[in-house]
């Protein structure tokens, strides 16, 4: 995702699991004619990144997973609510295995409230927020034309996520929680504009 893309970018080491069919991005492809084609999308989005296959349904998988997780400094998620759980990997159990740990969690809504079990992406997100009304053109409402939701969210996210290790590594604290859903970021963004 956008998050660990910035974190990557500027020299963290990201350790990407995927399922052991790979990450979805690997396999679309752009067309460029005579037959070629380039997976554009994942050598943009999956750069700086090291990749390890994972099935996180196998529990000898979760158990490698917990033992990664002993020694990072963050990590993150995009499941759906309430999947982490479900998986034995709750955030407060890897807290009392590794207290500096920062887990951010990053969903359509957010991890509590009355739509964090719908589903969420980047265009709905962008409509949801007013993004697409405010840049509607003739009165039909306009999503912009890349995957600003996604993108608003990795910046803000990695922002959360320094500041999140900067209270571990400089002031000491423990590490935390950072729910960051794509809506919110979008709305910051709106400015007074989500009241008009």
Same mark, same amino acid.
């Given at each position: 995702?956008?998050?660990?893309?910035?974190?990557?970018?500027?020299?963290?080491?990201?350790?990407?699991?995927?399922?052991?069919?790979?990450?979805?991005?690997?396999?679309?492809?752009?067309?460029?004619?005579?037959?070629?084609?380039?997976?554009?999308?994942?050598?943009?989005?999956?750069?700086?990144?090291?990749?390890?296959?994972?099935?996180?349904?196998?529990?000898?998988?979760?158990?490698? =997973?917990?033992? !990664?997780?002993?020694?990072?400094? +963050?990590?993150?998620?995009?499941?759906?609510?309430? %999947? *982490?759980? &479900?998986?034995?990997?709750?955030?407060?159990?890897?807290?009392?295995?590794?207290?500096?740990?920062?887990?951010?969690?990053?969903?359509?809504?957010?991890?509590?409230?009355?739509?964090?079990?719908?589903?969420?992406?980047?265009?709905?997100?962008?409509?949801?927020?007013?993004?697409?009304?405010?840049?509607?053109?003739?009165?039909?409402?306009? =999503?912009?034309? !890349?995957?600003?939701?996604?993108? +608003?969210?990795?910046?803000?996210?990695?922002?959360? %996520? *320094?500041? &999140?290790?900067?209270?571990?590594?400089?002031?000491?604290?423990?590490?935390?929680?950072?729910?960051?859903?794509?809506?919110?970021?979008?709305?910051?963004?709106?400015?007074?504009?989500?009241?008009?």
């Amino acid at each position: 995702n956008m998050l660990s893309l910035q974190l990557a970018d500027f020299g963290a080491d990201v350790i990407k699991v995927e399922s052991p069919r790979g990450d979805t991005l690997r396999h679309w492809q752009e067309d460029l004619g005579d037959g070629r084609t380039l997976d554009a999308w994942w050598r943009v989005y999956g750069r700086n990144k090291r990749s390890l296959a994972m099935d996180l349904r196998d529990p000898q998988a979760l158990q490698v =997973l917990r033992a !990664l997780l002993a020694s990072a400094q +963050v990590m993150i998620e995009s499941f759906r609510p309430g %999947t *982490l759980e &479900a998986m034995g990997l709750e955030p407060q159990a890897l807290l009392a295995e590794n207290p500096r740990l920062v887990v951010v969690r990053l969903s359509g809504w957010g991890q509590s409230g009355p739509y964090r079990d719908l589903p969420g992406f980047g265009s709905l997100i962008e409509g949801f927020s007013g993004f697409a009304s405010k840049h509607a053109e003739d009165g039909v409402p306009r =999503l912009p034309n !890349l995957a600003l939701a996604d993108m +608003v969210a990795g910046l803000t996210g990695a922002f959360a %996520t *320094l500041a &999140a290790v900067r209270e571990v590594e400089v002031n000491g604290g423990h590490g935390q929680v950072v729910d960051l859903s794509l809506l919110e970021p979008m709305l910051a963004i709106m400015g007074p504009d989500v009241t008009i």
